[in-house]
């Protein structure tokens, strides 16, 4: 039995006068922001460990952040304290699932030292706030961070006030199918859904037939702090919820959608612990990295290690391999449900294959056939330009080289186990800019003058821009090289092909954010890509 | 397993480090081919012309030297290159690009042995012991340097590349020659040393092409940070080194002796 156990924010309607977890919560987290920047036991100085805007002046500078809360800018610790603990958040990376329950846990701790000095109970740990949990609320924010006053009146610490929403009124939801289905008048372009469908990945880093490249946990990497290609969970429901959740509003985005803030808002750790329990279910049927560079972390290939103030004010350093096991770690979760059953990779094939016409090749791999593997990436396409994002949003051209086409249509046209039809996939390279709230969606071949929304079989997926900002910095960690996105768009192809409209020179993609660009933006699509995957 | 991506990597490494490996090689077993302005210099007492060698074998000496010390660290761009182009087109991007890059060294590379000869003259002793104190003082500085942080960052900085035609061609020949410009404000100062380092015995000059060669490919291995004064060196390697015995010995990760509770 495990020591310390995680329970639903929902509970008792997540209110503080039905939710003791949530109470103790507010009031820990009121004691972390009372102390200094420069202590590590401080609310502001965790939040820097995450990501830091602490010497920046302009918004999103922690100096021009709007209260509540009162954020802390100065004083700023001793530079050796700062450079070991500051700016770790690794993202984009096979590193962003064990560093963040490290992080997790190291908040908790201090939290939890927190309640017990106020007479709290010795096992408090975190909530999570599972926006995909069942009923008609769960989508939306507990109502304990919406309102201003604790039950005896003081001011309440979970409340944030750059936290904007989806529809940048204030009113945090998530636009899950369940939320977006409560909001029918929905003011906004289109809607990225948050889902979660790399649940049904099997592929902790790498592609196959489950799972999306860069694989359910991320791409190998070193130290990542932000930038390249974000896992598949990381980018949904992860990333989207950041954004969604922080929104904008005013010419400023919410504290929840830049890693440079995030962490400043407490809503952060329960969604956090979300994705952690999510991560923990997949655990239930699928394996994590067994590779020693994913085992030993960034430390043992010369980077900075993982380490957090533990509430003694020892450091506490830690590997992801000591973050393979919750139950090691003495935590549970209340409820860990299995991830969905999903159908066998030769299951999804055959019915591919079916769908393609290739009915013999199917019965044969239904029959246990084995399916070739091969997963040799090759260019098919890429767009002329650079491709500037704004107010509604944008549309361009990849041309797509003959050569390479023919061959993906070959092997759509004549698919068998032995010579599988390929997968295709659209990359988006290099966006950069500084709007981290925003949510794009992007469509192939929508029709012009067509409303996205419903057109939803020509959607090759959503992506949200958190992280955006940081990894723009031409002096950042990543030297400016932006995000990247790779979404799937293989059963918008197969269609394609099946309607004999496959014979063509381009793909007209449109880009469609959730809402408005701001002019100030600067969101910029470096090139467009579309890449076949096969023999 | 090794993913699509480590597979893929592993293809640019191999015939990379081997390109490197083969032009170290030829600098060990045909020294006359090496740029050692010394030997020019303790011939004459210190004031050979450099008619001695051919600018054709000082372009061809130099340009051995850029292959073998300089090879190891376009990995990356050349892997960027290679995932971002048409299969058909691979080879001839990667050769364009490495045009570019050579075009920009061999430029800066006249220059830096017009300075070595000059200091070497300059000296007036057969061996230009002041020359090579006054810029290994000058590459200390420019190595802190917050101007070299931000050449090195730019080394890692993103590339467009377009896919079709001559657009396609000219970009891998820009970003060559980008790559190059960065790569040479990081690294000139490292270049300029070895070639002003005293001799005999000539396996001197070898040993400071094989350290600067080291400490570049180290430097490179760094993330991107903020340029400041700071120093610089081969602390990446180093500290590979000491984490990879230290797992080796203890067989298992490093554990923290805190407790969590």
Not at chain 1, 19 to 48: E, I, Q
Not at chain 1, 148 to 170: C, E, F, H, I, T
Not at chain 1, 171 to 189: E, K, L, R, S, Y
Not at chain 1, 340 to 361: E, H, N, Y
């Amino acid at each position: 039995m495990a020591l310390y156990t995680r329970t639903n924010a929902w509970d008792g309607g997540g209110t503080f006068e039905q939710n003791a977890t949530l109470l103790w919560y507010a009031k820990g987290v009121g004691v972390m922001m009372s102390r200094m920047l420069s202590d590590p036991s401080s609310w502001w100085f965790f939040a820097a460990i995450h990501g830091e805007y602490v010497s920046m002046g302009r918004f999103p500078g922690w100096v021009s952040i709007p209260p509540p809360p009162s954020v802390e800018a100065t004083p700023t610790p001793v530079v050796q304290v700062w450079q070991q603990y500051w700016d770790q958040c690794q993202h984009q990376s096979w590193y962003f699932l064990p560093w963040h329950r490290g992080y997790l846990i190291a908040l908790e701790a201090q939290i939890r030292s927190a309640v017990i000095d106020l007479g709290g109970p010795q096992t408090w740990a975190l909530p999570y706030w599972d926006y995909f949990g069942a009923g008609p609320v769960q989508y939306t924010i507990p109502p304990a961070f919406s309102q201003r006053r604790l039950p005896d009146d003081s001011a309440n610490p979970l409340y944030v006030a750059l936290r904007y929403g989806p529809d940048g009124d204030g009113n945090v939801f998530i636009p899950t199918a369940t939320g977006i289905a409560q909001h029918p008048n929905d003011p906004n372009f289109v809607y990225g859904v948050v889902t979660q469908s790399s649940m049904s990945n099997d592929l902790f880093t790498g592609s196959n037939a489950r799972t999306l490249p860069p694989g359910f946990g991320g791409p190998a990497t070193g130290y990542s702090h932000g930038g390249g290609t974000s896992g598949n969970l990381e980018s949904n429901p992860h990333n989207l919820v950041h954004s969604y959740v922080g929104g904008s509003g005013g010419g400023r985005s919410g504290l929840m959608s830049d890693p440079g803030t995030a962490a400043l808002d407490p809503i952060f750790y329960l969604h956090h612990a979300n994705i952690d329990r999510m991560w923990a279910s997949w655990n239930l049927a699928n394996a994590n990295p067994s590779e020693s560079a994913w085992r030993n972390g960034p430390a043992a290939i010369g980077q900075h290690n993982f380490v957090m103030p533990l509430p003694s004010g020892q450091p506490w350093v830690y590997t992801p391999a000591d973050m393979n096991s919750l139950s090691l770690l003495n935590y549970a979760y209340d409820s860990l449900p299995a991830p969905p059953s999903v159908a066998p990779a030769a299951t999804m094939m055959a019915d591919r294959l079916t769908r393609l016409g290739a009915l013999a090749a199917a019965a044969r791999v239904k029959e246990g056939a084995p399916v070739a593997a091969d997963t040799k990436m090759e260019l098919m396409g890429a767009s002329a330009t650079a491709l500037p994002i704004t107010g509604a949003g944008a549309t361009t051209t990849v041309t797509l080289d003959p050569g390479v086409r023919d061959k993906m249509a070959a092997s759509l046209a004549a698919p068998s186990e032995a010579a599988p039809p390929d997968r295709v996939l659209l990359n988006l390279e290099n966006v950069r800019g500084t709007h981290d709230a925003a949510v794009l969606s992007v469509f192939i071949n929508l029709p012009e003058g067509a409303y996205p929304a419903d057109h939803p079989e020509l959607l090759a997926g959503s992506v949200a821009l958190f992280g955006l900002r940081s990894a723009s910095l031409a002096d950042g960690s990543h030297a400016g090289q932006g995000l990247n996105f790779v979404l799937d768009i293989t059963d918008i192809v197969d269609r394609l092909h099946l309607e004999k409209a496959l014979d063509t020179d381009t793909l007209t993609v449109r880009i469609v954010p959730h809402r408005p660009i701001p002019d100030q933006a600067e969101i910029t699509i470096g090139r467009i890509s579309v890449y076949r995957q096969g023999a | 397993m090794m993913t699509n991506e480590a597979r893929e990597l592993a293809m640019v490494r191999a015939p990379v480090l081997l390109v490197s490996a083969a032009a170290w090689i030829v600098l060990l077993i045909e020294p006359a081919g090496t740029l050692v302005l010394t030997h020019c210099a303790a011939m004459s007492g210190g004031t050979m012309p450099l008619a001695l060698h051919t600018s054709a074998s000082l372009a061809a000496g130099w340009l051995l030297m850029i292959v073998a010390m300089m090879s190891p660290v376009l990995i990356e761009p050349v892997r960027q290159i290679q995932r971002r182009s048409f299969t058909h087109r691979r080879a001839r991007a990667i050769a364009l690009f490495a045009i570019g890059y050579a075009a920009i060294w061999m430029v800066v590379g006249g220059l830096l042995l017009t300075i070595a000869l000059g200091l070497a003259m300059a000296s007036f002793t057969p061996e230009p012991y002041v020359a090579a104190a006054v810029v290994a003082c000058l590459a200390a500085v420019w190595q802190c340097s917050p101007v070299k942080q931000r050449c090195l960052n730019r080394c890692h900085a993103p590339v467009v590349l377009a896919a079709f035609g001559t657009a396609a061609d000219i970009d891998a020949l820009r970003y060559g020659m980008t790559h190059g410009r960065w790569c040479a404000g990081s690294c000139w100062a490292l270049m300029l040393l070895p070639l002003l380092v005293p001799t005999p015995p000539f396996w001197s000059h070898i040993a400071a092409m094989a350290m600067a060669s080291v400490l570049i490919a180290s430097e490179r291995l760094e993330q991107p940070a903020p340029p400041r004064w700071r120093v610089r060196g081969a602390g990446r390697a180093i500290r590979i080194v000491i984490a990879q015995t230290r797992i080796r010995l203890t067989s298992g990760p490093t554990r923290s002796s805190h407790a969590l509770e």
